[in-house]
Nanobody, 120 residues
């Protein structure tokens, strides 16, 4: 079994910063992509940022220049540093990892979500 646990969400003022973390635990052989998604009320879940196993990153246009995704492979953890927060960043943030538990079979795993609320 694999479990993803997120932390770091909360309430912030516009212009402020938050740092999200997501740690994977369980029977893990390797982790490929790690990413963050968000879902605002009444909207679909969208990609915020993704980082590959080699460190290649990809960001949504709406967060480029304001967010930085990073990973600690030794700790099976992905981070999302969010700066200059805007009210439109308010959403539930989910981490997702593509994890191989038994080579070569890989599956996507999701965290439970953490609420980020940005006040104007």
């Amino acid at each position: 079994q694999v479990q993803l646990v997120e932390s770091g969400g909360g309430l912030a003022q516009a212009g402020g910063s938050l740092r999200l973390s997501c740690a994977a635990s369980g029977s893990i052989f390797s982790i490929n992509d790690m990413g963050w998604y968000r879902q605002a009320p009444g909207k679909q879940r969208d990609l915020v940022a993704m980082i590959g196993s080699g460190g290649t990153t990809n960001y949504a246009d709406s967060v480029k220049g304001r967010c930085t995704i990073s990973r600690d492979n030794a700790k099976n953890t992905v981070f999302l540093q969010m700066n200059n927060l805007k009210p439109e960043d308010t959403a539930v943030y989910y981490c997702k990892m593509t994890i191989t538990t038994r080579w070569p079979l890989a599956s996507d795993y999701w965290g439970q979500g953490t609420q980020v609320t940005v006040s104007s």
